[in-house]
């Protein structure tokens, strides 16, 4: 499945997630993103993210790019040195960016201890979708 079909999905089962931020606001949260961790965003996640500023699907948390759940601030928050966050399963996995282009679901409380890497941001989202993250053998 593409972006597009997983957040159709999303809205069909879970509820729509929040509406997406105006362009702009996209193209200065990108060049953020590269100038604090060296992380282009991946193509996928820059359509997720004219799609939708993120939301809560489940217990999972994807944040955006606008003042709700700025993924940015995440970042200050966390300390996350060069990964961005980009959610949360609601417990102590996270999911981030890495600079490579991997995604990954991680421990929040140590970025280094990686728990899945997916080869793209949509393989991330479409695990979470299906219930299958984390660290835990319940949510895999």
Same mark, same amino acid.
């Given at each position: 499945?593409?972006?597009?079909?997983?957040?159709?999905?999303?809205?069909? #089962?879970? &509820?729509?997630?929040?509406?997406?931020?105006?362009?702009? *606001? @996209?193209?200065?949260?990108?060049?953020? =993103?590269?100038?604090?961790? %060296?992380?282009?965003?991946? $193509?996928?996640?820059?359509?997720?993210?004219? @799609?939708?500023?993120?939301?809560?699907?489940?217990?999972?948390?994807?944040?955006? =790019? &606008?003042?709700?759940?700025? $993924?940015? *601030?995440? $970042?200050?928050? @966390?300390? #996350? %040195? +060069?990964?961005?966050?980009? %959610? +949360? +399963?609601?417990?102590? *996995? /996270?999911?981030?960016?890495?600079?490579?282009?991997? $995604?990954?679901?991680?421990?929040?409380? /140590?970025?280094?201890?990686?728990?899945?890497?997916?080869?793209?941001?949509?393989?991330?989202? =479409?695990?979470?979708? =299906? %219930?299958?993250?984390?660290?835990?053998?319940?949510?895999?």
């Amino acid at each position: 499945m593409d972006v597009d079909a997983l957040v159709r999905l999303w809205s069909d #089962t879970y &509820g729509p997630p929040r509406p997406p931020r105006p362009p702009t *606001d @996209l193209e200065v949260f990108a060049a953020e =993103a590269n100038r604090r961790f %060296g992380v282009e965003l991946p $193509a996928d996640y820059r359509r997720f993210l004219t @799609l939708t500023d993120g939301g809560q699907y489940d217990h999972a948390l994807f944040y955006g =790019a &606008g003042p709700d759940d700025c $993924a940015l *601030d995440r $970042a200050d928050d @966390l300390h #996350t %040195g +060069s990964v961005l966050p980009i %959610g +949360s +399963s609601g417990n102590v *996995d /996270g999911y981030v960016l890495r600079p490579d282009g991997r $995604a990954e679901t991680v421990n929040f409380f /140590g970025l280094t201890e990686v728990y899945e890497s997916f080869p793209s941001f949509t393989a991330l989202l =479409a695990a979470v979708l =299906a %219930g299958r993250t984390g660290k835990g053998g319940a949510d895999r």
